[in-house]
């Protein structure tokens, strides 16, 4: 499974952290995503939606 959302395209992206002593530690951020079914055309399909798409109503969740 990738860690990207198949409707908004969102993905994983690199941040850096600072300690104190300034040293750089960088790590991934990755989205929330969750595997939902959903309505496609009539039919319903499994897909990798982040959070903010579920919240924004920008699909459709099959019943």
């Known amino acids: 499974m990738s860690k990207q959302c ?5 993905k994983p992206l690199k941040a ?5 002593s300034h040293k750089q530690i960088v ?3 990755t989205p929330n995503l969750q595997t ?7 039919t319903s399909k499994k897909m ?5 798409c579920l919240r924004a109503g ?6």
């Open 6 to 10: 198949e409707v908004c395209g969102k």
């Open 16 to 20: 850096a952290k600072l300690t104190f």
């Open 27 to 29: 790590h991934r951020q």
């Open 36 to 42: 939902v079914r959903v309505n496609v055309n009539g």
């Open 48 to 52: 990798t939606v982040c959070t903010s």
């Open 58 to 63: 920008k699909v459709q969740k099959a019943v």
